[in-house]
């Protein structure tokens, strides 16, 4: 099993709709939790953290289940200028060594 | 100058050239980090340090070779380089991490090198 699994996408949905992404996660003892957003041939972008159960930023929604092992990202009223990568991001200290392993990203186009 | 600084933003190299990216970072940040990226792959893990201290190295051939001359700069000197090292190589700073938390990153823009 993948480390971080996301599903690469690309979903495709018409300006002003809601998406989700799920992303997967092997170690249970991971401990932080992120979303970035990377465009094309662009450096990853920080999107939000989620420490706890989740967080909410405008129209972005991350929430984290633990006990399933998988954190989502909502998007309500698509932009078009949403479109592009979404990588899901786990961070694991294992006291004698820390790191962040990212997913290979899910794609969102939005269209008019 | 803010954000975190990648230069230089394209190089072609041969494979017996020897030459060195660096990073910059004026955010305050005590980690910094070498990603490497590929097409279709997720970002690979290649140096951090921390506090200017190498903490990991994650496996990388030894024809990368990093330097952390201050909490400030990072460097990836690269030498007989091999095609299929050609990539985006991304660098990241941040606050160090707790046992149980870490912070963001913030990424450069990366080099996007291409060894012939």
């Known amino acids: 099993r993948k480390e971080v699994e996301q599903d690469p996408g690309p979903f495709n949905v018409p300006e002003g709709a809601t998406v989700a992404f799920n992303c997967t996660y092997s170690n249970s003892a991971s401990q932080s939790f992120f979303w970035y957003r990377q465009d094309c041939r662009k450096e990853p972008k920080l999107l939000m953290s989620?420490?706890?159960s989740g967080n909410e930023d405008g129209r972005f929604t991350a929430q984290l289940n633990r006990a399933s092992q998988y954190i989502s990202l909502l998007i309500r009223d698509s932009k078009l200028s949403d479109s592009a990568t979404y990588l899901c991001v786990v961070y694991l200290n294992t006291g004698t060594a820390s790191k962040l392993t990212f997913g290979t990203g899910t794609r969102l186009q939005v269209t008019l | 100058e803010t954000g975190v600084t990648q230069t230089p933003r394209h190089l072609v190299m041969g494979m017996t050239n020897k030459k060195s990216l660096k990073c910059e970072q004026h955010?305050?940040?005590?980690?910094m980090y070498w990603y490497k990226q590929s097409a279709k792959k997720p970002l690979e893990l290649m140096f951090v340090y921390s506090l200017e201290e190498r903490v990991e190295n994650n496996s990388v051939p030894s024809r990368f070779s990093p330097e952390c001359p201050n909490s400030s700069h990072l460097f990836l000197h690269l030498h007989t380089l091999q095609p299929e090292d050609s990539a985006l190589y991304l660098c990241?700073?941040?606050?160090?991490?707790?046992?149980?938390?870490?912070?963001?990153?913030?990424f450069g823009s990366g080099t996007r090198l291409t060894v012939v």
């Open positions: 989620v420490y706890s």
């Open positions: 955010l305050g940040h005590n980690a």
């Open positions: 990241a700073s941040s606050l160090k991490g707790t046992a149980n938390r870490a912070y963001g990153y913030t």
